[in-house]
């Protein structure tokens, strides 16, 4: 059921499959207690590129050959997934541990797959269908979810879905979110940084197309109960979509590898990945084509404040443009735990933990959260505005801000030598050392990295590795 063999190896390299599973995303914020879950927890308006890069990586942990991975990443999702619940906007509870709630995301992302073939005029036979139909039922197996949240049989599924799509979606907000909001402000990735003029051309030209194929792609009956728009010649819109999309296969193997394309799109503009000499001399060109598009289109983008902490004049940003940029990870206008949590949830990813370290980094990040809100939550609603943090001292590095700098390093000193060498630098930045970092022996020390992160966290420093880490898109 997995491993190379898999028949989720088809499609898992196929240019389709970005189409596929966005719709799937939209099927999935539809669902009441899901949408409720994105809308409240979800980093994904603010960071879609790091969420798409993790849920990759979740995917091929989770359909590889190797079964310890397998357990691994089952139990590191079901962690994650416990921490999600609470109630929404209408008072109403949402659990993602629900298992019914599992079984739709999985009941999704079946679907679509065989709707991504269909729609690009190569449609799955019986057989295959229900050979990648028994492999997501052994992926929620593998999650550890009992037998019958998925119907048994490919024909019992059919009957599920279409009962699901006529009776429990609905137009959440976290639908309205992905369709009207994402597409069309869909913040730059890491290697388009610096190129605001390029990168927003092209969104306003791609962003309405992939919303309005999405909406095109969606069963007719939800789409009339939801009320989304009917765009003239949607339909031939989205046909073409999938249809080119099929053609680009003909691309070389290497051009269509997901793991290649998502890290190519991480490679930051002062970073030191294996193309960096290739980008450098690419975003050269297009920094001067940018420079004409400016003259030619009305397209106007702020400039983006300076990113390394050891150029320029000012490395300091304001209270507002700190909370937007580093604390504000939902997006919401408001610093609240599910900001602090989203935090903790990127960095445990990065450093691939385990228990106790996940658990200890969390509990961290909700001490600081307690502090934060009894220093700042001045009119008592249980969050924190932007005005309120903007009013605070300028400095918050307090006991359990410190803390989480050090339950941090912990979790990155993996050997425990107390100090972080070059590699366990690495896989919490994703970069080496930085000159100024490392000791005489080329180590990075405890206090220096507690000094670093209470620099970065606190004084609102700018700072080279840091500000990828926590608020890159």
């Known amino acids: 059921m997995f491993g190379p063999g ?6 898992f390299n196929d240019p389709r499959w970005a189409l596929a599973v966005v719709r799937a995303t939209v099927l999935e914020a539809a669902h009441p207690q899901i949408g409720a879950a994105l809308a409240d927890n979800s980093s994904f308006v603010v960071h879609p590129w790091r969420r798409l890069r993790n849920t990759l ?11 310890h991975t397998r357990q691994r990443e089952a ?14 906007a209408r008072n109403q509870p949402y659990d993602a541990m629900d298992p019914e709630v599992r079984a739709w995301v999985v009941a999704t992302l079946f679907e679509s797959s065989v709707t991504m073939y269909r729609l690009s005029g190569e449609p799955l036979d019986q057989v295959t269908m229900e050979l990648l139909y028994a492999e997501f039922q052994a992926f929620l197996a593998a999650l550890g979810d009992q037998a019958g949240h998925l119907p048994p049989t490919l024909a019992e599924f059919w009957q599920y879905y279409d009962r699901m799509v006529a009776e429990e979606l609905r137009n959440t907000e976290a639908l309205n979110i992905i369709l009207f909001k994402l597409f069309e402000h869909l913040p730059a990735p890491p290697l388009f940084a610096g190129l605001p003029t390029v990168w927003a051309t092209g969104r306003a030209l791609a962003g309405p197309v992939i919303g309005t194929v999405t909406v095109a792609s969606l069963p007719e009956v939800f789409r009339r109960r939801a009320g989304l728009p009917e765009v003239p010649g949607a339909q031939t819109l989205m046909q073409s979509a999938y249809m080119a999309a099929r053609l680009a296969r003909a691309l070389p193997d ?3 590898r997901a793991e290649n394309l998502v890290s190519l799109l991480q490679q930051s503009p002062d ?5 960096t000499e290739t980008l450098t001399a690419l ?4 920094k001067r084509a940018g420079a004409l598009l400016r003259l030619i289109t009305p397209v106007q983008a702020p400039v983006p404040a300076q990113q390394d902490g050891t150029a320029g004049t000012d490395t300091r940003r304001s209270a507002r443009e700190f909370f937007t940029e580093v604390l504000d990870q939902t997006g919401d206008g408001h610093l609240d735990w599910p900001d602090l949590a989203a935090m903790a949830r990127e960095l445990c990813s990065r450093l691939d933990l385990d228990e106790p370290e996940e658990t200890r980094l969390y ?4 001490a600081w959260w307690r502090e934060l809100q009894t220093a700042l939550d001045t009119d008592g609603d249980g969050r924190v505005s932007v005005e309120e943090y903007a009013a605070a001292a300028p400095s918050l590095a307090g006991p359990a801000l410190i803390r989480v700098a050090e339950a941090l390093f912990a979790a990155t000193d993996a050997d425990g030598d107390q100090f972080i060498d070059a590699e366990e630098y690495r896989l919490l930045f994703g970069r080496g050392f930085g000159r100024t970092v490392v000791d005489a022996e080329g180590r990075y020390s405890r206090g220096a990295f507690v000094r670093d992160f209470l620099s970065f966290m606190s004084g609102r420093q700018r700072s080279t590795p840091y500000d990828p880490l926590l608020s890159e898109a």
């Open 6 to 11: 898999a028949q989720f190896h088809r499609f």
């Open 57 to 67: 990586v979740s995917l091929q942990r989770m359909f590889g050959a190797d079964e």
């Open 283 to 286: 975003r050269a060109r297009t």
């Open 271 to 275: 970073g030191d990945g294996p193309f």
């Open 75 to 88: 139990a590191r999702l079901n962690r994650l997934h416990e921490r999600l619940s609470g109630t929404d």
């Open 363 to 366: 509990d961290a990040f909700a």
């Open 254 to 256: 290497n051009w269509l």
